[in-house]
Nanobody, 120 residues
């Protein structure tokens, strides 16, 4: 069984910063990609950023230049450094991984979500 534990959310003023963490544990052979998604009230879940095992990055246009995704493969942990936060960044942020459970089985897993609120 695979578990994702997210942390780092909270309340921050506009222009502030937060750093989210997502630690994966359990029966994982290898993690292919790790990513962050978010869902604001009344809206669909949307991609924020992803990073592959080889370090390839992908960002949504609305976070380019403000957010940075990274990962520590030894710790099976992904991070999202969020700077210059705006009220429209307010959402529940979810971690997602695509993991090899065995040499020929891949599955996607989601974290429980962490609330990020940007408000003065």
């Amino acid at each position: 069984q695979v578990q994702l534990v997210e942390s780092g959310g909270g309340l921050v003023q506009p222009g502030g910063s937060l750093r989210l963490s997502c630690a994966a544990s359990g029966s994982i052979f290898n993690i292919n990609a790790m990513g962050w998604y978010r869902q604001a009230p009344g809206k669909q879940r949307e991609l924020v950023a992803t990073i592959t095992s080889g370090g390839r990055l992908n960002y949504a246009d609305f976070v380019k230049g403000r957010f940075t995704i990274s990962r520590d493969n030894a710790k099976n942990t992904a991070y999202l450094q969020m700077n210059s936060l705006k009220p429209e960044d307010t959402a529940v942020y979810y971690c997602n991984i695509n993991a090899q459970i065995t040499t020929n089985i891949q599955r996607n897993y989601w974290g429980q979500g962490t609330q990020v609120t940007v408000s003065s």
